[in-house]
């Protein structure tokens, strides 16, 4: 029997490619550029799968192909956004993502973002790196206490529950949530979480903000120059989810003014590009999309796609399947 044509559209760790090459007929993307609009659109048209990340747009217009072959796209990574679901569904083509596996790391470096943005490290760090350190003294980079404060978590799922384990049970927080879905109560008592009704009772409550929603249209610039003026002053906001979720030029705006503390980010609209006032704040710690980026991690989003598109090509339904 002739194997399915599978194209991975980044490199993935080795262990992963070698497991797919033993099942598939695998075209990798040798030099590791992001794939252009043709190229998708050549490989919907030319393989049985196509296997993308988030640095791949595929929008409607991708899909317009005559005959497309391709009827899975196993995305590597828990976020689609960047996938036109309706588009591929019309199409006849099942998506998958990778839930799980990445939910302990991308808690960890949200709480990192929090920790840094709140402590002072990038700022601490640069003047180290820039000789301009002048010794200790009581005045010196005085940032904003963690332990004991309130964190707001904006969407409770996966990787919003993991941050509120960190941050209740390692730094002592009260973590309140919004979600369009109310968790049981008996998780709310393991994690010392409360829900509230709003995002906007969530904001002005929470002394950080760490965002855990999908992005996509449903919540394109959830965080916008309103928003921001309804949190404290002295609050910090952490995003690790998706860039579009928050209005970068209003936030670096917000950042100048003093209306927030201090923000962590992880994620950008348009990424890689960063919004250029943003770049200039002091007071945001900025990371290259980091969540998932650990061995462990990265290998275990590869072999939970490789399930999925077993799963599939076996003729059963994938477990991760999202559209
Ligand atoms: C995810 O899994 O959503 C990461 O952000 C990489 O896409």
Known sequence: MTKPRVLVTRRWPEAVEAALKERYDLVLNEDDRPMDE????AALRDMDAVLPTVSDRLDAAVFEVENPKARFLGNY???YSHIDTEAAKRHGIVVTNTPDVLSDCT???????????ARRIGE?????RGKAWSGWHPMHMQGG?????????IGFGRIGREVAKRAHHGFDMKVVYFDKYPAKPEVERDLGAERRDTVDDVLAEADFVSLHCPGGQENYHLIDAERLKRMKPTA?????ARGEVVDGAALAEALNAGTIAGAGLDVYEGEPKVNEALLACENAVLLPHLGSATKDTRIAMGMRVLQNLDAFFAGKEPPDRVA
């Open 77 to 79: 990574g828990v976020g």
């Open 124 to 128: 601490g760090e640069r003047q180290v």
């Open 38 to 41: 043709d190229g998708l659109r």
């Open 107 to 117: 808690a960890d470096l949200a709480m990192a973002l929090l920790l840094a943005s």
């Open 236 to 240: 910090y906001l952490v995003n690790t």
């Open 145 to 153: 206490k963690v332990a004991g404060k309130t964190l707001g978590i």
